[in-house]
C-alpha cells in the first residue's frame, strides 16, 4: 500500500495567493468591468533589463550552434555568474565570500523552501511573526512543525512576535533555537533591521550552535546606511549564517528565475554523534542530486545585470519601484493610517481599520475599491489587522488607488 506523507494534510489546503486569486476572480466574474488595481503579490510590473534580454538573445542564439551550445552545465552554477557575484555582490563591499560558497538556483523561494533536507527533522526552528508563508510550510511538510491548532499555530515552532509594541524588532527566544528564519528588509512588513539588532542574533547563534537562515531578497532597496545588505556585514555571520538572494524582485526576474544562496564552508552543524560537518558540503550534495542547474541562457541574463549597462537598468527600476514605495507611504499616511515599511523596502504595511480583520478588510478593499492587497494573516497570527500594499506595480495605478484610498 502506498503512503503519503501525513505532514502535507496538516498544512492549510490552499497556499495564500491562491486564495487571494480565486477571491480576485470571483469579484472579476461578478463584475467584469470593474478597474481592479493589483497591490497584493510581490510580481514585477517593469520588463527586464535590456542588458539582460540582449545577453539571453545572444545565449539563445549561441544555443543554434554546435560550437557554442550549451548542454548540462554545472549544478552550482556557471563560474561567470558565480564570479560576477562574488566581484560585485560581495568583494566590492569589503565581505569574504568565495566562488564555491555561491549556488546558483532558480529562485529565493525554492531555497528557503528547500535548504531544510539537510536538517534532522528534531531542530528547534523559530520564525518570525508575520513571515513569508513558504517558511512555515516547508518546514511542517518535512515534520520539524509538529500540529496545527484552528488559528494554523503549529506546535513544534517557535514564534517569534513582530507588532507594534516591539516596533516589529523580533526578540531572542527563552528557549534555544536550532534554525532561525530571518527576512529583512522584511517580507511582510517591510521593516529592517538595524546592525546592531543584526549583530544580536548573530552573537545569540555563536552562543547556541544556531544557524540563522537569513532571506536577503529585497536588500537592493536598503536606502539607509545603518541598516545591513547582507548578514556578512555582521561580526561572525560567516560561522553561522546562510543567505539567500534573488534577481526576481532586483531585475525582474520573477518570471525568468534565478537567484543564489551562499553557504560559506566555515559554517558547521552538528551530527547525530556530535560530529561537526560543514554544510557547504551537505548544500552541494543537495543540490547537485537534485537540481541539474539553471538554465544557461537565464544564467547569461543575470551575469548582464552586473554590466555597465545592466547595473543603471536596474538601478533604474530599483528607484521607479522606490518611488511608488514613497507615493504609498505618504498617501496611506494622509490618509490617516498607521503605516510600517516603505523605505527600505517595495511593501508597506498598513493597519486595518478598528474592530476590522485582515481578510475582513482585504474583501472590503476588493469589492470597494477594486484594490487587491494581501491580508496579514496570512503571513501569521501577528499579521491580523494588517494589510500589505505591493509597490510594483506601474505608476499609473498606483496613484490612481491612492487617490481611490483618499475618499
Given at each position: 500500500?502506498?503512503?503519503?506523507?501525513?505532514?502535507?494534510?496538516?498544512?492549510?489546503?490552499?497556499?495564500?495567493?491562491?486564495?487571494?486569486?480565486?477571491?480576485?476572480?470571483?469579484?472579476?466574474?461578478?463584475?467584469?468591468?470593474?478597474?481592479?488595481?493589483?497591490?497584493?503579490?510581490?510580481?514585477?510590473?517593469?520588463?527586464?533589463?535590456?542588458?539582460?534580454?540582449?545577453?539571453?538573445?545572444?545565449?539563445?542564439?549561441?544555443q543554434r550552434h554546435a560550437k557554442t551550445?550549451?548542454?548540462?552545465?554545472?549544478?552550482?552554477?556557471?563560474?561567470?555568474?558565480?564570479?560576477?557575484?562574488?566581484?560585485?555582490?560581495?568583494?566590492?563591499?569589503?565581505?569574504?565570500?568565495?566562488?564555491?560558497?555561491?549556488?546558483?538556483?532558480?529562485?529565493?523561494?525554492?531555497?528557503?523552501?528547500?535548504?531544510?533536507?539537510?536538517?534532522?527533522?528534531?531542530?528547534?526552528?523559530?520564525?518570525?511573526?508575520?513571515?513569508?508563508?513558504?517558511?512555515?510550510?516547508?518546514?511542517?511538510?518535512?515534520?520539524?512543525?509538529?500540529?496545527?491548532?484552528?488559528?494554523?499555530?503549529?506546535?513544534?515552532?517557535?514564534?517569534?512576535?513582530?507588532?507594534?509594541?516591539?516596533?516589529?524588532?523580533?526578540?531572542?527566544?527563552?528557549?534555544?533555537?536550532?534554525?532561525?528564519?530571518?527576512?529583512?528588509?522584511?517580507?511582510?512588513?517591510?521593516?529592517?533591521?538595524?546592525?546592531?539588532?543584526?549583530?544580536?542574533?548573530?552573537?545569540?547563534?555563536?552562543?547556541?550552535?544556531?544557524?540563522?537562515?537569513?532571506?536577503?531578497?529585497?536588500?537592493?532597496?536598503?536606502?539607509?546606511?545603518?541598516?545591513?545588505?547582507?548578514?556578512?556585514?555582521?561580526?561572525?555571520?560567516?560561522?553561522?549564517?546562510?543567505?539567500?538572494?534573488?534577481?526576481?524582485?532586483?531585475?525582474?526576474?520573477?518570471?525568468?528565475?534565478?537567484?543564489?544562496?551562499?553557504?560559506?564552508?566555515?559554517?558547521?552543524?552538528?551530527?547525530?554523534?556530535?560530529?561537526?560537518?560543514?554544510?557547504?558540503?551537505?548544500?552541494?550534495?543537495?543540490?547537485?542530486?537534485?537540481?541539474?542547474?539553471?538554465?544557461?541562457?537565464?544564467?547569461?541574463?543575470?551575469?548582464?545585470?552586473?554590466?555597465?549597462?545592466?547595473?543603471?537598468?536596474?538601478?533604474?527600476?530599483?528607484?521607479?519601484?522606490?518611488?511608488?514605495?514613497?507615493?504609498?507611504?505618504?498617501?496611506?499616511?494622509?490618509?490617516?493610517?498607521?503605516?510600517?515599511?516603505?523605505?527600505?523596502?517595495?511593501?508597506?504595511?498598513?493597519?486595518?481599520?478598528?474592530?476590522?480583520?485582515?481578510?475582513?478588510?482585504?474583501?472590503?478593499?476588493?469589492?470597494?475599491?477594486?484594490?487587491?492587497?494581501?491580508?496579514?494573516?496570512?503571513?501569521?497570527?501577528?499579521?491580523?489587522?494588517f494589510v500589505r500594499f505591493s509597490a510594483?506595480?506601474?505608476?499609473?495605478?498606483?496613484?490612481?488607488?491612492?487617490?481611490?484610498?483618499?475618499?
Amino acid at each position: 500500500m502506498a503512503q503519503i506523507n501525513d505532514n502535507f494534510i496538516k498544512i492549510p489546503a490552499t497556499y495564500l495567493f491562491s486564495e487571494i486569486a480565486k477571491r480576485v476572480a470571483q469579484h472579476k466574474e461578478a463584475n467584469p468591468d470593474a478597474p481592479i488595481i493589483r497591490m497584493g503579490i510581490g510580481d514585477v510590473s517593469l520588463p527586464l533589463p535590456d542588458a539582460s534580454v540582449d545577453a539571453m538573445i545572444k545565449a539563445a542564439e549561441e544555443q543554434r550552434h554546435a560550437k557554442t551550445f550549451r548542454g548540462y552545465g554545472p549544478e552550482q552554477g556557471y563560474a561567470f555568474l558565480r564570479d560576477a557575484i562574488v566581484a560585485n555582490d560581495f568583494a566590492a563591499k569589503g565581505l569574504d565570500i568565495e566562488a564555491d560558497e555561491i549556488f546558483v538556483s532558480d529562485g529565493a523561494k525554492s531555497d528557503t523552501g528547500n535548504i531544510g533536507d539537510i536538517f534532522s527533522v528534531n531542530n528547534r526552528v523559530a520564525i518570525t511573526d508575520p513571515s513569508y508563508p513558504v517558511y512555515v510550510d516547508t518546514n511542517a511538510m518535512g515534520g520539524r512543525a509538529g500540529e496545527p491548532n484552528e488559528q494554523n499555530v503549529w506546535s513544534n515552532l517557535v514564534y517569534l512576535p513582530c507588532n507594534m509594541a516591539n516596533n516589529f524588532v523580533p526578540q531572542l527566544p527563552d528557549e534555544k533555537i536550532d534554525l532561525i528564519y530571518l527576512c529583512y528588509p522584511n517580507n511582510p512588513t517591510g521593516t529592517t533591521l538595524t546592525h546592531a539588532q543584526l549583530k544580536v542574533w548573530v552573537d545569540y547563534a555563536k552562543a547556541n550552535n544556531s544557524i540563522i537562515l537569513f532571506d536577503a531578497a529585497y536588500e537592493a532597496f536598503i536606502t539607509e546606511e545603518n541598516v545591513p545588505r547582507s548578514i556578512y556585514e555582521v561580526e561572525g555571520a560567516r560561522e553561522v549564517a546562510l543567505e539567500f538572494r534573488s534577481f526576481s524582485k532586483t531585475a525582474g526576474f520573477t518570471g525568468t528565475r534565478c537567484g543564489y544562496t551562499v553557504v560559506p564552508k566555515t559554517v558547521m552543524a552538528f551530527s547525530e554523534n556530535g560530529e561537526k560537518v560543514a554544510l557547504n558540503k551537505l548544500w552541494n550534495r543537495r543540490h547537485s542530486t537534485k537540481f541539474n542547474g539553471t538554465s544557461y541562457v537565464v544564467q547569461r541574463a543575470a551575469e548582464a545585470t552586473f554590466s555597465p549597462e545592466g547595473k543603471k537598468q536596474v538601478k533604474a527600476l530599483i528607484e521607479f519601484y522606490t518611488e511608488n514605495a514613497r507615493i504609498i507611504r505618504e498617501g496611506l499616511e494622509k490618509a490617516g493610517y498607521t503605516i510600517y515599511g516603505g523605505k527600505n523596502a517595495p511593501y508597506v504595511w498598513a493597519k486595518a481599520p478598528e474592530g476590522m480583520g485582515s481578510w475582513e478588510y482585504f474583501d472590503y478593499l476588493l469589492k470597494e475599491k477594486n484594490i487587491v492587497t494581501t491580508p496579514g494573516a496570512g503571513f501569521g497570527l501577528s499579521g491580523e489587522g494588517f494589510v500589505r500594499f505591493s509597490a510594483f506595480g506601474s505608476r499609473e495605478a498606483t496613484i490612481e488607488a491612492l487617490k481611490r484610498l483618499e475618499k
